[in-house]
């Protein structure tokens, strides 16, 4: 089965600076790659995702790129913010069997 | 239009004693998925159903059972409650025809 790893588990940056946060992934049939935000006591939100046929998506200061020969994607935050503060989550999916495989998760703190 | 709720928000169970995490969603989605998290291992897929009727198990199904007898409900129960199913649980959707997934708020269990 599908497997995700993802690093670094935490990470601290300084508010304006930039955050990358990296996933591998171990079956090459896996086409579909979200990443997730979880802020404290709720459930996770989908804030960007990529799909196998796509190298780099932007969404004003988040980007995910992929590289589907090396088996790892990762997420690029730009000019972070205190409230970018959170933990996010990679995931990879092949849609034809349906069953997300989530990354163990990221830890951002963005001081201020 | 509530999207993903999910009763109780947190709940003490002492060992053996069953019960059942609700899930219900309003948004008329075909798939519906139980997720746990634990720290340090992101989000581990339970039991997963595409439709009415139709349930899978997913990642790590040992010691719980789920039904889906309407499109919008989909029970998660523990059988027989052990310490090591501590943990927060999240309810999630899916509409046919669509990656993303919706997640609950999360349900927080304690098992003593």
């Known amino acids: 089965g599908e497997n995700v790893e993802q690093h670094p588990s935490t990470l601290s940056v300084q508010e304006g600076d930039s955050a990358v946060i990296k996933c591998t992934y171990s079956?090459?049939?896996?086409?579909?790659f979200p990443w997730y935000k979880q802020e404290l006591g709720k459930g996770p939100q989908l804030i960007i995702d990529?799909?196998?046929?796509?190298g780099e998506k932007k969404d004003q200061r988040i980007a995910v790129t992929l590289n589907k020969t090396a088996k790892h994607f990762s997420l690029h935050i730009t000019e972070t913010q205190p409230e970018d503060s959170a933990v996010y989550f990679c995931?990879?999916?092949?849609?034809?069997?349906?069953?997300?495989?989530f990354g163990t998760g990221t830890r951002l703190l963005v001081s201020p | 239009n509530a999207g993903v709720t999910q009763t109780p928000k947190f709940q003490v169970l002492k060992t053996g004693q069953s019960m059942t995490l609700q899930c219900a969603q309003d948004?008329?989605?075909?798939?519906m998925s139980w997720y746990r998290q634990d720290p340090g291992m992101g989000l581990r897929l339970i039991h997963y159903s595409v439709g009415a009727g139709i349930t899978d198990q997913g990642e790590v199904p040992n010691g719980y059972n789920v039904s889906r007898s309407t499109t919008e409900d989909f029970p998660l129960r523990l059988l027989s409650a052990a310490p090591s199913q501590t943990s927060v649980y999240f309810c999630?959707?899916?509409?046919?025809?669509?990656?993303?997934?919706?997640f609950g708020e999360g349900s927080w269990l304690t098992v003593v």
């Open positions: 948004m008329n989605h075909e798939y």
């Open positions: 990529i799909r196998s046929n796509v």
């Open positions: 079956d090459s049939a896996s086409n579909y």
């Open positions: 999630a959707s899916r509409p046919q025809g669509s990656d993303t997934i919706y």
């Open positions: 995931a990879a999916m092949n849609t034809g069997f349906q069953k997300l495989v």
